[in-house]
């Protein structure tokens, strides 16, 4: 039970990193800047640490896969609905899990969700003409 708990603050800070990291390349900011700034500040903290340049290098080795976060964010979800305790930003966060495990990533780091941010910010840049 604790670990599955667990799941809803530990995963969506993941995903929202990958946002940040996807939007200062999108901005033409350079990654290893972020990192930096980051680090030096609050918002330090050691996933950020351990995961950021394997976000810079789009290179994923498990140290956590990728399917066993999705499966226990799952978990947490079903048991908030048992509970009728709503999850909402778990359960967003699950989405982005679900689709980079759909796009061949259920094996690597659960840091790979960062390529699931990326390629749906190409499609809508896409849709949108960008």
Known sequence: MTQISLMPPASPPAAAFGEGMALAQKSGLQQHDLLEVLGLGA??????????????????????????????????????????????????????????????????DFAAVFEAICTEAAAAAATNGH
């Open 43 to 108: 918002m330090a903290n050691p996933m950020f640490a351990l995961k950021g340049p394997n976000l810079v290098h789009r290179e994923y080795p498990p140290a956590f896969p990728l399917k066993h976060q999705q499966k226990d964010l799952r978990l947490a979800l079903a048991l908030g609905d048992s509970l009728d305790q709503p999850l909402p930003v778990a359960a967003a966060a699950n989405e982005a899990y679900k689709q980079a495990k759909a796009k061949g990533h259920a094996d690597d």
